[in-house]
């Protein structure tokens, strides 16, 4: 059985156990053992076998045992992880992954314990100290790179340790704990030990290491705890299912729930998750749309602007206007409007820039991806040695909230792949730009208490993100941002998501960003938890609009009416909505309440004349569409009703004259069409197959043309037309189309 089937092997048994079917789950894992011929699985299996008969005994029997359902409970527990074990025994010899890789690595070095590792760490951190009080000098440089190194293969080692460790036991957590609380380990150590413990559950189920990461939430150190924090988040979506047999999982997010700072950093994560969803399609937007358009726009802005004058002394407050009307012109300033909005709401914008720049021997390795930056990373090291600059731009990267710890590694690797001067001069001037950059992170700390937090969160999210993304051998990975938008439906959650103004920031994350299953879901939460405010019920309404179930979002809409009277935005939908579900004259009476509001609103005028011409009252119909024209007589929406309205009541002159004005226009397939039956009712039978030929023509597929003009033969026949002659115009249509 090869690896892909293991695991397939695997998915079925634990679909199984969800479902209840333990003995086809137990009959599944007879079959994973039977290769491998394990005695200790076997056994295993044997006593689970019989536990379970003799739980099926009693219970058919009618024996009563108030210990029942927790029995119940701890064999499926038992029998997910024997599932697991049976498979990953197989995979340890079948499969080449990173994880199985590192773990039979780890199975033939000598081990070092977690206390060992602590010992070293430390020493090598003092050492570290010691050097950097040395006089300046080559001996002082060729010792610190050489400490350095080792202090980062310890580091690494350390990351995958973690990362393939088995399951806990009283004696690992104790050990993990007291690694933790160590305050001579320094934070980026343990940083990345929350990231490595992160990724191994996310391999392998483990409630103790779950736990473990739930208490490292309350870390003194807050990137320690917001990483503990971040990681949560993805494990429960992939274990919900499971994690409600471990009630000491979910009674420690209930008591963490109390904690407003834990709150607080919670909410920002899964706001965080959230945004991350909508990356690809910033990034296709940046791609597709304002990098083209700006590429496009470069040799107009070579000719018509002086670059030295754009860039110059005289600053952006002098521009000349004729610079900003080719900006306009070309769309482009709404663009670039856009991306700084983006950028304000904390978007990933820069996941399509850094993309590239993740080819570097560096990110070959797994646990560089979750490095906090810093400079004195052995690989950036020397881009920092020149020391009249090194103090602003380790200032420039390390305070800049913009990009995240692996784009700052990206930048500096390929800064320090260029040339000498022109690595200087991009040095020279970011060291620059570094007082302004400090200046606009303390105005927005200023105005956000809790923006340092927020960004290390965003920015450890696009750490995540980048690897899920775009690590080498990231398809050995199950990929957290392609889990679903659940958060508000995961019961372990529900302390903290619960709490109404929590729950209506992530419906309305959901709503902004177009998620709209997910935003009605935690909008028709929000008004049975008692927020029955209007606004809660127009986006209950919007939503089901967007996802076309118009007789729900009618429902929505009503009740948002009841609450709030005369809402314009409301009547509009109400109407709307009256009018899709072929109910004209309920519809009429919104538009014309709408009408007292909005007198002079000419899409009003023309949905009343829109609603008397499905009730067949055209002489009214034409009055509005009359009125629109007469307000505004550019307005080709008006013409084409008076036209469509003119023909359905017979007045075919006026239908004539208006669709001529239409097709001297931009006229669509539609418009050739109807122009043609005006043709075909004034017996100008030629030049309606002149008309029905380039109504084809846009239309640009024979078969559809022939469905539309089939929905309008009821039409025809009214306006008094032998349609027995529309399969000879098709028939002469074709054959002139073969000429």
């Given at each position: 059985?090869?690896?892909?089937d293991?695991r397939?092997k695997?998915?079925?048994?634990?679909?199984y156990i969800?479902?209840r079917q333990?003995?086809?789950?137990?009959?599944?894992?007879?079959?994973l053992?039977?290769?491998q011929?394990?005695?200790t699985v076997?056994?295993?299996?044997?006593?689970?076998?019989?536990n379970?008969?003799?739980?099926?005994?009693?219970l058919?029997?009618?024996?009563?045992?108030?210990?029942?359902?927790?029995?119940?409970?701890?064999?499926?527990c038992d029998?997910?992880i024997?599932?697991?074990?049976a498979?990953e025994?197989?995979l340890?010899?079948?499969?080449?992954?990173?994880?199985f890789?590192k773990?039979r690595?780890?199975e033939?070095?000598?081990p070092?314990?977690?206390?060992?590792y602590?010992?070293?760490i430390t020493?090598?951190s003092?050492?570290?100290?010691?050097?950097?009080l040395?006089e300046?000098?080559?001996?002082?440089?060729?010792?610190?790179?050489?400490?350095t190194?080792?202090?980062?293969?310890?580091?690494?080692?350390l990351?995958?340790i973690?990362?393939?460790s088995p399951r806990a036991?009283?004696?690992?957590?104790?050990?993990?704990?007291?690694f933790m609380?160590?305050g001579?380990?320094?934070?980026?150590?343990?940083a990345?030990?929350?990231?490595?413990?992160t990724?191994?559950?996310l391999?392998r189920?483990d409630?103790?290491?779950?736990?473990?990461?739930?208490d490292?939430?309350?870390?003194?150190?807050p990137e320690?705890?917001?990483r503990?924090?971040?990681g949560?988040i993805?494990?429960?979506?992939?274990?919900?299912?499971r994690?409600?047999?471990y009630s000491?999982?979910?009674?420690r997010i209930?008591?963490l729930?109390?904690d407003k700072l834990f709150?607080r950093?919670?909410m920002a994560a899964?706001?965080?998750f959230?945004q991350?969803h909508?990356?690809?399609?910033?990034?296709?937007?940046l791609?597709e749309?304002i990098?083209p358009?700006m590429?496009?726009?470069s040799?107009?802005?070579?000719?018509?602007?002086?670059?030295?004058?754009?860039?110059?002394e005289?600053?952006?407050?002098?521009k000349n206007p004729e610079?900003?009307k080719i900006?306009?012109?070309?769309?482009?300033?709404d663009k670039l409007?856009?991306?700084?909005?983006l950028?304000?709401e904390?978007?990933?914008?820069?996941?399509?820039?850094?993309?590239?720049?993740?080819?570097?021997p560096?990110?070959?390795e797994?646990?560089?991806?979750?490095?906090?930056?810093?400079?004195?990373?052995s690989?950036?090291q020397q881009?920092?040695?020149?020391?009249s600059?090194?103090?602003?731009?380790?200032?420039?990267?390390?305070?800049?909230?913009l990009i995240?710890?692996?784009?700052?590694?990206?930048?500096c690797?390929?800064?320090?792949m260029?040339?000498?001067?022109y690595?200087?001069?991009?040095?020279?001037q970011l060291?620059a730009e570094s007082d302004?950059?400090?200046?606009m992170q303390?105005e927005?700390?200023?105005?956000k208490?809790?923006?340092?937090?927020?960004?290390m969160?965003?920015?450890?999210?696009?750490?995540?993100?980048r690897?899920?993304?775009?690590?080498?051998?990231r398809?050995?990975?199950l990929?957290?941002?392609?889990?679903?938008?659940?958060y508000?439906r995961?019961?372990?959650f529900?302390?903290?998501?619960?709490q109404p103004?929590?729950?209506e920031?992530?419906?309305?994350?959901?709503?902004?960003?177009?998620?709209?299953p997910?935003a009605?879901s935690?909008?028709t939460?929000l008004?049975?938890i008692?927020?029955?405010?209007?606004e809660?019920?127009q986006?209950?309404g919007y939503c089901?609009?967007m996802l076309?179930?118009?007789k729900?979002?009618?429902?929505?809409?009503l009740?948002?009416?009841?609450?709030e009277?005369?809402?314009?935005?409301l009547l509009?939908?109400?109407?709307?909505c009256?009018?899709?579900?072929?109910?004209?004259s309920?519809?009429l009476?919104?538009y014309?309440r709408?009408e007292?509001?909005?007198?002079?609103?000419?899409?009003?005028?023309?949905?009343?004349g829109?609603?008397?011409?499905e009730?067949?009252?055209?002489e009214?119909?034409l009055?509005y569409?009359?009125?629109v024209?007469?307000?505004d007589?550019?307005n080709?929406?008006?013409?084409?009703?008076?036209a469509?309205?003119a023909?359905?009541?017979?007045?075919?002159?006026?239908a004539d004259?208006?669709y001529?004005?239409i097709l001297?226009?931009k006229?669509?397939?539609?418009?050739?069409?109807?122009?043609?039956h005006v043709?075909?009712?004034?017996e100008?039978?030629?030049?309606?197959v002149?008309l029905?030929?380039?109504?084809l023509d846009?239309?640009?597929?024979?078969?559809?043309?022939?469905?539309?003009?089939?929905?309008d033969?009821n039409e025809?026949k009214e306006?008094?037309?032998?349609t027995?002659?529309?399969?000879?115009?098709?028939?002469?249509?074709r054959?002139?189309?073969?000429v």
């Amino acid at each position: 059985m090869n690896p892909s089937d293991i695991r397939k092997k695997l998915t079925t048994i634990q679909l199984y156990i969800e479902q209840r079917q333990l003995k086809d789950a137990l009959d599944g894992i007879k079959e994973l053992y039977a290769m491998q011929q394990n005695w200790t699985v076997s056994e295993k299996l044997e006593e689970l076998t019989t536990n379970y008969q003799y739980m099926l005994h009693y219970l058919i029997e009618g024996e009563k045992d108030p210990e029942q359902g927790r029995i119940y409970n701890k064999l499926i527990c038992d029998i997910y992880i024997l599932a697991e074990d049976a498979a990953e025994r197989l995979l340890l010899q079948e499969s080449s992954s990173l994880f199985f890789d590192k773990m039979r690595l780890m199975e033939i070095r000598t081990p070092i314990s977690i206390d060992e590792y602590r010992d070293i760490i430390t020493k090598q951190s003092d050492t570290l100290s010691f050097l950097d009080l040395l006089e300046k000098g080559p001996d002082k440089e060729s010792r610190l790179r050489q400490n350095t190194i080792a202090s980062e293969n310890t580091l690494q080692d350390l990351f995958y340790i973690i990362f393939v460790s088995p399951r806990a036991n009283d004696d690992s957590l104790t050990a993990w704990r007291k690694f933790m609380e160590e305050g001579a380990i320094p934070r980026h150590v343990k940083a990345l030990f929350i990231s490595a413990l992160t990724l191994n559950i996310l391999q392998r189920f483990d409630a103790l290491k779950i736990e473990l990461l739930l208490d490292l939430c309350k870390h003194n150190d807050p990137e320690v705890a917001i990483r503990a924090v971040t990681g949560i988040i993805p494990i429960f979506q992939v274990y919900s299912a499971r994690l409600a047999l471990y009630s000491g999982c979910s009674s420690r997010i209930k008591l963490l729930s109390d904690d407003k700072l834990f709150a607080r950093r919670f909410m920002a994560a899964v706001l965080g998750f959230i945004q991350a969803h909508e990356t690809e399609k910033i990034t296709k937007k940046l791609t597709e749309e304002i990098l083209p358009e700006m590429m496009k726009l470069s040799p107009m802005i070579g000719k018509k602007i002086k670059l030295d004058e754009w860039m110059g002394e005289t600053g952006f407050d002098e521009k000349n206007p004729e610079w900003q009307k080719i900006l306009d012109e070309t769309g482009l300033t709404d663009k670039l409007q856009e991306f700084t909005e983006l950028q304000l709401e904390g978007a990933d914008v820069f996941h399509s820039t850094f993309s590239n720049l993740k080819a570097y021997p560096f990110f070959q390795e797994m646990s560089n991806w979750f490095l906090p930056f810093t400079p004195q990373h052995s690989n950036v090291q020397q881009l920092f040695t020149d020391r009249s600059e090194e103090a602003s731009l380790i200032d420039a990267l390390s305070g800049s909230s913009l990009i995240c710890n692996s784009d700052k590694y990206s930048f500096c690797l390929s800064i320090m792949m260029m040339p000498e001067n022109y690595r200087k001069m991009m040095v020279s001037q970011l060291g620059a730009e570094s007082d302004e950059l400090k200046n606009m992170q303390a105005e927005e700390e200023a105005l956000k208490p809790h923006q340092k937090e927020e960004t290390m969160i965003k920015q450890y999210i696009q750490d995540l993100y980048r690897f899920f993304k775009l690590f080498p051998r990231r398809n050995e990975f199950l990929d957290i941002f392609e889990l679903p938008l659940n958060y508000h439906r995961l019961p372990a959650f529900q302390p903290v998501i619960m709490q109404p103004n929590h729950l209506e920031k992530i419906a309305l994350y959901y709503f902004e960003k177009n998620n709209f299953p997910e935003a009605l879901s935690a909008y028709t939460l929000l008004s049975e938890i008692g927020n029955n405010k209007s606004e809660i019920w127009q986006k209950i309404g919007y939503c089901r609009q967007m996802l076309a179930d118009m007789k729900g979002a009618l429902e929505a809409y009503l009740h948002a009416d009841l609450m709030e009277e005369n809402n314009t935005w409301l009547l509009q939908r109400i109407a709307h909505c009256y009018r899709v579900l072929k109910e004209p004259s309920t519809a009429l009476e919104y538009y014309r309440r709408l009408e007292q509001f909005r007198p002079d609103d000419l899409n009003i005028q023309l949905n009343i004349g829109h609603c008397y011409l499905e009730l067949k009252e055209y002489e009214k119909a034409l009055n509005y569409y009359f009125k629109v024209e007469l307000i505004d007589n550019h307005n080709t929406r008006a013409w084409r009703s008076v036209a469509w309205c003119a023909f359905l009541s017979r007045k075919l002159d006026v239908a004539d004259r208006y669709y001529s004005r239409i097709l001297a226009g931009k006229p669509n397939a539609h418009d050739y069409l109807n122009a043609g039956h005006v043709a075909l009712c004034l017996e100008q039978v030629k030049k309606a197959v002149e008309l029905y030929k380039l109504s084809l023509d846009k239309t640009g597929n024979f078969k559809t043309f022939q469905t539309m003009l089939g929905e309008d033969e009821n039409e025809l026949k009214e306006a008094g037309i032998n349609t027995s002659i529309l399969p000879i115009i098709l028939d002469k249509i074709r054959y002139d189309k073969e000429v």
